[in-house]
């Protein structure tokens, strides 16, 4: 391991970036598909710095609640810290908490990147959502997120008025879509916002992650037995809906649907669809003309033919160099190799390497 | 008939316009076992050749070989409508003009055979055809095929053993035997006669020029490579690093060819080579990041690159000097292709547009619509004439053509009193909010000379909507070539189709009625949203 790190580092040579870290992560039976997510992660580094400020900030306050969030910013840390610029890591601590937190990720299975990208998102938001809560009720200390006066409207049900927190996890992955339905009879537009931390896209063969999007957006017509109920009508109607982003995220993560269940077979499928990613990207599904670019920044790849076996791996941006990361393995690799985990034009090609999340950044 | 398609069922072999239907005529591809995947991914590049002077037969031993070629040579002048002007395309008669026979000692004594009218030796039986050539590259190898003939199947095979030729490019007005130039991706060039590999029974590259040997001047792949228009054998080569090299085909190429170090890789420069021997003999930094595509204006005038950073650019070629360009929407620009009157650039790439480049306004004055990917390659026709002005009004002066990564090919109509004129004549206040910098300024002047334009807002550009859309292969498209009765698509896996124009295909039905295809007849051929609101105000 120590050769490879070297190799690395004789590649990147002068250039290698002050003070950052390049350091594969051991595997642990299948758990490639949480390293993949860890390294995008970890160089999303909006993310990576607003976690280590929270553990640096909270860590004094003693190991009292071993959690998710205090063990991927231990991790994270970890490798931060670390004398040496390139090498391995093993993130026990954290892959037991995750098997000790979710049954889902406890056997040795092939897991989805994806869902544990949206477990882990998710944990980590209602970690910090209780901590400010626990914060309110003591006042002395201070809370570790803020509110804001025009933040989205709380999805939860429960009847109990509840501001909606927006904690930096949120202000780093959350956007918001407007979901406008519009009544044939009486044109009355009805809009409902809803939020998210990443976009999950259906895909075609031979597209771009642009034409997907504008799916995603397409008008979709209400009627027969999916009519929609018109509050002003009072009456089943036929509508016209389409989704708009209301508010773009900063981190933009889009999860290419490439796991489909088949009715006829019974089971899922890998979708090996090429659909071409730009290094750069605008939204043009967006309510207000948003025009702002977008810059990729890493990308979780899926190898593999079948969705229940296969390996993770990712490609990631860091100082304007593009880095291959398989567990305990880095290496260089040049810009234009992205486009080699596009995805097949034909089904039946050797070609198994696959984008399945991309996260872009905002360059705004 | 040729149209079977057996490889990708599910393709129609045939497409309607609305001036009538268009239909497979030909396929070419390469032997199918084939293994170029071990070779690294390349994208299969076309192109068009024409070798205008077929060499004299000789009088005395009549081979019927000879006889049928000169009898096939007046049905090509035929078929091909004689000189009809297009430079671009090279469309020239047949009949020998006196400049391109001329010996060359430099590349051998094969060459006698072909092209100098003294010393006409015997013509290899492979080489018969009506002189018109399609060559593209495979993995290792670039084929040549008899665009003519029926048979599927390359007539040569030229293995590269060390590097994959990735572009190339032919000059049809070529005034010696060295007609064809070819990049690799080792950064490599070579430049050879097409006549003479065709008489060559081998496998290799013969009597060929070889330029930046081994890449001593630049080791990055070659992206595009272009002829100088009129250029007297000057070449022009572009590659990965965001740096292009002007070449002279008949220069010793042994003198000190080193460059100096660029200073300012965010700036363009142009250094020219110390030594009087050097061959490269001049050397344009571009950009940063690759050059991924040139074209030179019919008339020589300019060049226009496209590349990785997302930039048009347009130089002045004599006076080498940067005059207008502009920014992508996003992402970087594949492809780019002049007009035949160089007032018009297409630019494709990888935000799925079309984009249309007014020399006279400095700016991107249409955006098409229609991709479902990234646009590879763009093309205008110029054999196009708009409908007969029976309907006076507004008439479609141009059409071109779009290929992408979703395979399909696009034809578009751009009507110019609908987009470009109210643009210019746009009311102050009646556009809408502009980003960055006063409406008046972007609107009322041209920008000056030698300034980059910003990226336009999506809601400023007028929008096109194509003619016709077609998926013409199973793969992802790289390219699209029209010719005077065809248009020529070619597939990333090189499989290139030839489908006949209305008028053209060998067994013709009726075609003129035909309406457009599903989906397309509902929608205006032209949305404006800027240019006609203002018209109309
Ligand atoms: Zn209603």
């Not at chain 1, 980590?124 to 309110?136: P, Q």
């Not at chain 1, 490439?258 to 309510?287: A, M």
């Not at chain 2, 003294?118 to 590259?137: A, E």
């Not at chain 2, 097409?194 to 020029?209: F, H, I």
Request: proline share 5%.
């Amino acid at each position: 391991m120590g050769a490879a790190g070297s190799k690395l580092e004789k590649a990147l040579g002068d250039q290698f970036p002050e003070g950052e870290r390049y350091f594969g992560l051991e595997n642990f039976g299948n758990t490639c598909y949480c390293n993949s997510v860890l390294q995008a992660l970890y160089f999303c580094v909006p993310f990576r710095e607003q976690l280590l400020e929270y553990y640096g900030n909270n860590k004094t306050q003693g190991d009292a609640d071993d959690n998710l969030l205090t063990c991927l910013a231990e991790l994270f840390s970890q490798i931060c810290s670390q004398k040496k610029k390139t090498g391995v890591i093993a993130p026990k601590r954290f892959v037991q908490r995750v098997k000790k937190q979710n049954e889902l990720f406890r056997s040795y299975m092939h897991q989805d990147a994806h869902e544990f990208l949206n477990f882990l998102l998710n944990e980590l938001v209602d970690i910090l959502e209780k901590e400010s809560n626990a914060a309110k009720a003591s006042p002395e200390t201070s809370s570790p997120s803020e509110k804001t006066a025009n933040g989205p409207r709380s999805l939860q049900p429960n009847g109990v008025q509840k501001e909606p927190l927006v904690t930096w996890v949120h202000k780093n992955f959350q956007g918001i879509l407007t979901n406008e339905t519009r009544c044939l009879r009486c044109e009355t537009v009805t809009a409902r916002d809803e939020t998210f931390l990443d976009l999950s896209l259906d895909i075609e063969q031979n597209s771009s992650i642009t034409s997907c999007l504008r799916n995603f957006s397409s008008t979709e017509t209400l009627n027969a037995e999916d009519k929609f109920f018109c509050d002003k009508c009072c009456s089943l109607q036929e509508a016209q809906k389409r989704m708009k982003i209301k508010k773009p995220p900063h981190i933009l993560v889009i999860h290419l649907k490439r796991f489909k269940y088949i009715e006829q077979l019974g089971r899922y499928k890998k979708l090996s669809y090429r659909v071409v990613f730009p290094l750069e990207l605008k939204l043009s599904n967006t309510v207000e003309d948003a025009d702002s670019e977008y810059s990729l920044f890493a990308v979780v790849v899926h190898v593999g033919s079948g969705p229940n076996h296969g390996h993770y791996v990712s490609l990631v941006k860091s100082h304007n160099h593009w880095l291959f990361f398989d567990d305990e393995n880095v290496e260089m690799i040049d810009e234009s190799a992205v486009q080699t985990f596009f995805g097949s034009a034909q089904e039946y090609s050797s070609n198994t390497d696959h984008g399945y999340i991309l996260f872009y950044e905002s360059l705004k | 008939m040729s149209a079977s398609n057996a490889q990708s069922p599910g393709l129609k072999t045939y497409f309607k316009t609305p001036e009538g239907r268009y239909k497979l005529q030909y396929e070419k591809t390469h032997p199918s076992g084939l293994l170029h995947y071990s070779h690294g991914k390349v994208v299969t590049q076309v192109t068009f050749a024409q070798l205008k002077d077929k060499p004299v037969p000789q009088p005395t031993p009549a081979s019927s070989t000879l006889s049928s070629t000169s009898g096939v040579r007046l049905a090509a002048a035929r078929l091909l409508g004689g000189g009809n002007g297009s430079r671009a395309l090279s469309f020239v008669g047949g009949n020998g003009t006196s400049k391109t026979v001329s010996g060359n000692s430099r590349i051998g004594s094969l060459v006698g055979h072909g092209v100098s009218g003294s010393t006409n030796g015997p013509i290899s039986s492979n080489y018969d055809g009506k002189g018109t050539y399609l060559i593209f590259n495979v993995g290792d190898t670039l084929f040549v095929s008899d665009f003519n003939s029926q048979d599927k199947d390359p007539i040569k095979a030229i293995h590269f053993s060390n590097s994959n030729p990735v572009c190339h490019a032919f000059d049809p007005e070529a005034k010696d035997g060295h007609d064809l130039v070819i990049g690799l991706s080792s950064g490599d060039v070579y430049s050879v006669s097409l006549r003479q590999q065709l008489q060559d029974l081998g496998k290799k590259l013969v009597g060929a020029q070889h330029y930046n040997k081994d890449g001593t001047l630049n080791n990055s792949r070659c992206t595009s490579i272009a002829w100088v228009p009129e250029g007297d054998g000057l070449f022009v080569v572009a590659h990965a690093d965001g740096n292009l090299y002007i070449y002279e085909k008949n220069k010793d190429g042994t003198g000190d060819s080193s460059f100096p170090v660029i200073k300012d890789p965010t700036q363009y420069s142009v250094a020219h080579a110390r030594s009087s021997k050097s061959n490269a003999i001049s050397r344009w930094h571009i950009c940063q990041g690759s050059i991924n595509n040139i074209s030179f204006s019919v008339d020589g005038m300019f060049l226009a690159t496209v590349g990785r950073d997302g930039y048009l650019r347009v130089f002045d070629y004599s006076k080498e000097q940067l005059i207008c360009g502009g920014k992508s929407y996003y992402g970087a620009l594949l492809c780019c292709a002049w007009s035949p009157d160089s007032k018009y650039i297409l630019t494709g790439g990888e935000e799925d547009l079309v984009q249309v480049w007014s020399m006279d306004d400095r700016k991107v004055v249409a955006w098409g619509e229609g991709h479902n990917s990234w646009v590879s390659g763009v093309a205008f026709d110029p054999f196009w004439s708009p409908p007969s002005s029976d309907n006076t009004g507004e008439g479609v002066m141009y059409r071109f053509g779009s290929v992408g990564q979703d395979t399909q090919l696009l034809l578009w109509d751009l009507v110019m009193d609908e987009i470009v004129v109210p643009l210019r004549r746009c009311p102050p206040g009646g556009s809408p909010t502009f980003s960055g910098g006063s409406p008046h300024a972007i609107w009322d002047n041209v920008s000056p000379v030698g300034t980059l334009q910003a990226a336009p807002s999506i809601r400023d550009v007028p929008k096109l909507s194509p003619v016709v859309a077609h998926r013409v292969h199973a793969e992802p498209l790289s390219g699209l070539i029209f010719t005077h009765e065809s248009v020529l698509t070619v597939c990333r896996e090189g499989h290139l189709k030839i489908w006949m124009r209305p008028g053209h295909a060998e067994n013709q039905s009726s075609s003129g009625s035909e309406t457009l295809l599903g989906g397309l007849k509902d929608k205006p051929i032209l949305t404006n949203k800027v240019g006609s609101s203002s018209l109309r105000q």
